[in-house]
């Protein structure tokens, strides 16, 4: 199996290789629209590479889901936290009541 994963890595990492070599004409990546641009008196504007481009909105996209996904998941969090804390004081109190159970037993144990 590990063997097939890293046949499985080396391939996309040649794929990504090759698309980056294919793709490296610089592009104009601009955060705002022109008019925008000229009304608040701002040129977000940067030059890069077309693979850069894509490789920036992969890892940007992969980063807003894992965090869409962990909000998303956060009631599940914190409900087995809750379930934890509840079987450690039930655990506890298990504990409790056959330390007590026990010393009743010694004490019938003396009286007979």
Known sequence: MRIIRLAFLAVIAVLLVTFALANRSPVVV?????SLEQVFGLSLRWEMPLFLVVFLG???????????EWMREYRYRAEA???????????RELETRK??????????????
Not at 30 to 34: A, D, H, M, Q, R
Not at 58 to 68: A, E
Not at 81 to 91: G, H, P, S
């Open 58 to 68: 992969i890892v940007f996209g992969l980063l807003i889901g894992f965090l869409w």
């Open 99 to 112: 330390a007590e159970e026990r010393k009743q037993h010694d004490v019938l144990a003396l009286i007979e």
């Open 30 to 34: 601009s955060l705002l629209p022109e």
């Open 81 to 91: 936290a809750r379930k934890r804390r509840e079987a450690e004081r039930l655990a």
